[in-house]
């Protein structure tokens, strides 16, 4: 019954908006006809301003490592979900529990994905129930760019959020773009494809008056997910059975509204209302004698967020921000007879304010100093869980953060202080934690070349989650944060050749992280009963290279190729002695030595060929590195053509893809087994 609430509601929801349509195109009929004609569209690229110097900040300059996916490069990559280009980004793990509905989290340079700070158009995502962030919630039908910061941004005009992970994802949605003359704009796409796959989305643009603007986007995507895969079983893995996976349908929603604004010559505001909605079946561990599962996961997730930013002069500037996040989240398993019910069923939910207000000085053009101050409220509540806690955090975050830079010279440092208090219903609340994170970072470029050499420092910390310290009786709340320490020393290079080699890119960095006071699950009464401490210690050292170039062979024809490679050695450096003895000394859980990932792109007059590689090398399931454990590694193979084709005043795209070309049967996380070759098609339309 639940389950078909879901798709009939998305399939309301859809119709509605098509119905709507035709409307919002009269609309923008009206509104244009009200407009003076001599009037220019009201060019609402409206990306964040960078306002702290005079020219863009490049990943070549960059003094921490810092990685863009631009409109073009994702396009090229034959991903749909945002994790799937995530993973083309150096030094960064993507957990992935299979398929379209599975769990996604990101982790850069094996700290963790609590780890790693995940922004939304700058203003940073949250979950203080599990510390980490989904992201298969998220597609890249509405992504602009995806920018990828070990350490920290170069931006020191942001939330002091976003200054506080260990590293941070942020992404950037598109924006109002209106030809000459135009006053809306409209995008209707299809795409469909293996195991059920129907993916239909939409995207209204709309210029209200001369400074105000509105855009409205969304998609339903609906999969069946029963996807065949190979099973190896038996003592030595000899036995083989061709299965197919069940219990993994897949049905979402996620709708998006945003108001531009420039109520004045130098300030800019931006207010997005974001709804998202999914019913996921989770399919079981795929063992050969259980792999039964009539578990399923029910989500909604709503937010509204504003962003205020005004040049007030041209030494001071202001920025603001307010927003207000809720989560739901139902988990049910029909199948387990651990309740009275006869079934299990959880209820979550989570709400958040959060406040943010920044202030920029430029003591001169080459230097500036900005003061960021963030404060939220998280809380949780959960139903089928007797006794919980429901806890309230309240935290407050201040950073002052410096940067100075010229042609040959950058360098970036900061402190953050950061002070959280907590309070409870039920039993005992954890301790106030109150902490400081320094960063510091520098570039040089020893000679008239784009040629530097770059260094960077952080301390950083992230809180234990609700988790961690309130679940049953696992939960701890006497734990202390997880500290982090990051060194990273590299260089970097950009080159233009020629007309026909107009760009060269390469970069190369050599890094040490270390975790202390690590938050680990160890038993306690028995093997049953467990509790959460501060016991563990991870050692990495890793080497990230990157490397990029075009060549335009001729008129009309370019040609994209790149290419990036990970070593990590991430070691448990925890107990010598006792319980993890085993362990010590070896790659920790999921994280693979080796491994990277390609792309190359031919533009043509008859369209663009891409090809996308991503690479795997063998990882263990378990702290302990023993052949049991060990997990083969994979490499996934995926083409795709895309044709742009003009009819009437409209501009309309084709574009067809072949996904893990080879069909390799392979997991990400053990037991659970990605999708073989399949294949997309989908169309877009704009009006």
Known sequence: MEKRRYIYGFRRLLGALMLLMPSFVMLADTTASLLPAEKDSLHLHLKDIEIVENFSIREVRSAAPAQRLGKAELEALNVKNLSDAVKHFAGVVVKDYGGVGGLKTVSIRSLGAQHTGVSYDGISLSDTQSGQIDISRFSLDNVEALHLANGQSEQIF????????????????????????????????????????????????????????????????????????????????????????????????????EVYARPGKNDEWRTKFYYYQSYRELPNATTFYNDHQEADLSDRQAFVQSKYSKDINETWA???????????????????????????????????????????????????????????????????????????????????????????????????????????????????????????????????????????????????????????????????????????????????????????????????????DKIVAIPTKNLFVWSMMNLGRVDIHGLDAAFSTTFVPAAGYRIDMSANYTFQQALDRTQKEGLYGKVYGHQIAYTPRHSGSGQLSLSTPFGQLSYALIVSGDRYVLGQNIEANRLEGYSDHSISYMKQIPWKHCQSRLKLEVLNLLNQNYAVIKYFPMPGRSFRMSYQISL
């Not at 942001?158 to 135009?182: H, V, W, Y």
């Not at 299965?243 to 979402?252: G, H, I, P, T």
């Not at 989240?329 to 029909?334: M, S, V």
């Not at 234990?464 to 290079?493: C, H, I, R």
């Open 158 to 257: 942001c939330t002091a959020r976003q200054m506080a992970s260990a590293g941070l994802l942020d992404i950037q949605t598109k924006a109002p773009n209106f030809e000459a003359g135009r006053r809306h704009r409209a995008e209707l796409s299809l795409g469909a494809g293996s195991f059920g796959l129907l993916n239909p989305a939409f995207r209204w643009e709309q210029q209200l008056s001369e400074r105000y603007a509105f855009s409205l986007n969304g998609e339903y995507t609906y999969t069946h997910g029963r996807y065949p895969y190979t099973l190896a079983y038996g003592a030595a893995g000899d036995s083989i059975a061709h299965k197919r996976r069940s219990n993994s349908q897949v049905s979402s929603g996620r709708l998006e509204a």
């Open 318 to 516: 202001l920025k603001a921000a307010l927003k207000y996040q809720n989560n739901y989240q139902r988990y049910k398993d029909e199948a387990s007879l651990a309740t009275e019910l006869g079934h299990k069923e959880y209820i979550y939910r989570q709400q958040e304010w959060y406040g943010n207000l920044s202030l920029l000085c430029r003591l001169m053009p080459q230097w500036s100093i900005a003061l960021n101050n963030d404060a939220a409220i998280n809380s949780m509540q959960a139903e089928g869980l007797p006794g919980f806690a429901e806890p309230v955090r309240y935290s407050l975050l201040s950073a002052i953060a410096s940067k100075y830079q010229n042609n040959f010279l950058t360098a970036n440092a900061s402190l953050l202080g950061q002070w959280v208090k907590e309070k409870v219903q039920h039993g005992q609340a954890a301790q106030d934690f109150k902490q400081l994170s320094p960063y510091a970072s520098i570039s040089v470029k020893p000679w008239n070349e784009e040629f530097y050499l770059r260094a960077f420092f952080k301390n950083s910390f992230r809180l234990p989650s609700f988790n961690d310290l309130y679940y049953g009786s696992v939960g701890n709340t006497d734990l202390k944060p997880e500290k982090a320490w990051q060194y990273n020393v590299g260089l970097t290079w950009a080159k233009h050749f020629s007309d026909w080699m107009p760009s060269t890119y390469l970069t190369l960095d050599a890094y040490y992280n270390r975790i202390e």
